[in-house]
């Protein structure tokens, strides 16, 4: 017997083994036709997928209505894809081929250099499989049988994935379709014709399995949607990313640099992003000071022994700098984290429980050697200053103090324009070893967590494998004008670390015994470096006049009025706002569009009338001509717009860039 518990609450009863597609039909054929896969006690499965005899499951049936159908039809029109390259470049070796958030791609070890003139050829060819409609058939065999299947096929990474990467497997699991057999977890659709749309985007190169010491492969990339108008939205999403690339407009702008002379992944900032860097960070210090926070300074290097201590070492090791050995054997590592440092001032003396909640606040530079091919920017690098704080508090403070945290995190967004967010819990693997502390710690960290959030209002869902080494967290990921989502903010719950088996931190109680306090480690922005990267991408580099760099320039209309401009820019410059001229002996025509790239929120134009009347003719990179003013008037409206820190766009948000998806080859 099979009983099957429906999204609906119904329950369906079989006297003997079925399959999703089974199951569908025993619904309605209605259903059926329009199944495109399943859900099985939370697991994504195709419609071949059968329910073991003496079984209860929940179950759902997805179809192209389920934003879950759409990663499974992508990486089945993966799989078209390789077969297309297979049939058009013979020899071919095939690597993985999962989705990714916005599409799929797949990795090919082949002679001929792929490049964009192939793409018409590869895509008409997916045309004809497509149209052929041959179904996706699932088969099971043993590790020997595997093996042998794929050296005859001659494909020599996937028998070394075998051999390797999958040595504690005994069975595996191939998609035929057509003269096309692929190692391959699925699930797939049952059949291609249900690809509506898609389209090759590029082409990169790969190491096999990210490993740059192993083969250089080339990586294809891809997307496909239900229907075209998705695909049409879709792509018209990211030419706008591509216009709103921050490694782009950050040169054109002049916020930041990365030399490779100085080293990947390291950023120099700029004197004009240096003003919005600085800007932010003392909107945030302002703010820490009106919450009880107490700003240190600790150095960028430690001794190995303490991120020995702390676990950071043997957790980061595949992502750290290599330690610098001094004499008589001392090591010393370019810090990962800044909690170690703050945990050293905590203990610099006894403490009491008078002194607690104790919050030390510190902009701290931290390092990690990424992956070259990681490196993306600002979002990714090697080199980057954390709005870190760290708070040591009682078991009875934690609910107020984790409260606090995500308030300023709201604070904080909500003031950039960044009010559309979700809360991510990550949550402790329980099938995992890389995690430190009793089971204990983590369920009542994890309980506090839960309840926080509630009382808060806040609707967050718990990821399992998601938590930091030492504790679970609260992530804030943002979605950005054109749809996507970056996480950002983020604040932790920390047992672990004040533990007995870490740094045994203690404060002397009301009793007069001593007691072990609990950390929570909080960051708002992030990193100033990812963090500001993103921003320049949510406004285009058209930063809000509070945060922007230069905050109004003055146009002169021509060199008569060169006197009465350079009288204004004092005014201005007076009043607090960050001002610049244009005197040059160019038409205004040409100023403005000067102006208008560089993204200047206001422009201040005088000419002769200007001058006779004390008058400004403001213009506005949003609302255009604001027509001529006294000057009082035009300092009034934007100093109230940066004492407000007024946030005004011109995009509008839109459907996301991706839909989101995971890996799901072997």
Known sequence: MVTVTLP?????????????????????????????????????????????????????????????????????????MARAVMR???????????????????????????????????????QKIIKLDEPFERLEEPRDNSLQICRDLEQTLKVEHIEDGLAEHETFSFYRQGEFLDLCRGPHVPRPGVIGAYKLLSV?????????????????????????????????????????????????????????????????????????????????????VRRGYQAVYTPVIGRVELYETSGHYPYYADSQFAPIEMEQDEKYLLRPMNCPHHIMIYQSKPRSYRELPLRFAEFGTVHRYEKSGELSGMTRVRGFTQDDAHIFCTEDQVADEFRGCIEMTQFVLQSLGLADYRVRLGFRDPASDKYVGSEESWER????????????????????????????????VVTDCIGREWQLGTVQLDYNLPSEDRFGLEYVGADNHHHRPVMIHRAPLGSMERFIGVLIEHFAGAFPLWLAPEQVRVLTV????????RQLEKKLAESGLRVTTDFRA???????????????????????????????????????????????????????????RTVRQ?????????????????
């Not at 259903?31 to 179950?59: F, R, W």
């Not at 030419?239 to 054109?252: F, M, S, T, V, W």
């Not at 409206?637 to 004492?643: A, D, I, L, P």
């Open 8 to 80: 609906d609450g119904s329950r369906k009863e079989f006297k003997h083994s079925v399959n999703a597609r089974e199951v569908a039909a025993s619904i309605g054929p209605g259903l059926a036709k329009q199944a495109i896969a399943a859900v099985v006690d939370g697991q994504i499965v195709g419609l071949d997928y059968g329910l073991p005899n003496d079984s209860q499951v929940t179950l759902q049936i997805l179809t192209k209505k389920d934003p879950e159908a759409l990663n499974v039809m992508r990486h089945s029109c993966a799989h078209v």
């Open 88 to 126: 058009l470049f013979p020899d071919v070796q095939l690597a993985f081929g999962p989705t990714i958030e916005g599409g799929f791609y797949y990795d090919f070890d082949l002679e001929h250099s792929l490049t964009e003139n192939d793409f018409a050829a590869i895509e008409a060819e997916m």
């Open 445 to 476: 960290a994890q309980k506090s967590l839960i309840e926080v959030c509630e009382s808060l209002g806040i609707e967050a869902q718990p990821e399992e494998g998601e938590a930091a080494f030492y504790g679970p967290k609260a992530d804030f």
């Open 558 to 565: 021509s060199d008569k009025s060169e006197s009465y401009g």
């Open 204 to 288: 990169a190169g790969a190491y096999w399995k990210g490993d740059s010491s192993r083969k250089q492969l080339q990586r294809l990339y891809a997307t496909a949607f239900f229907n075209k108008k998705d695909l049409a939205e879709h792509l018209e999403r990211v030419e706008e990313a591509k216009r709103r690339d921050h490694r782009i407009l950050g040169k054109q702008l002049e916020l930041f640099s990365i030399n490779p002379l100085v080293g990947s992944g390291l950023v120099m900032w700029l004197p004009k992003g240096a003003i919005v860097r600085g800007i932010l960070e003392n909107f945030v210090k302002d703010e820490l």
């Open 586 to 644: 160019e038409k205004l025509g040409a100023k403005i569009r000067a102006a208008e790239l560089e993204k200047i929120p206001y422009m201040a134009v005088v000419g002769e009338k200007d001058r006779e009347n004390e008058t400004v003719s403001l213009r506005d990179r949003i609302d255009k001509d604001l027509g001529a003013m006294p000057v009082s008037e035009a300092v009034t409206r934007m100093e109230n717009e940066v004492q407000q």
């Open 650 to 666: 011109t995009f509008t948000s839109s459907a996301g860039l991706g839909e989101g998806g995971s890996g799901n080859e072997y």
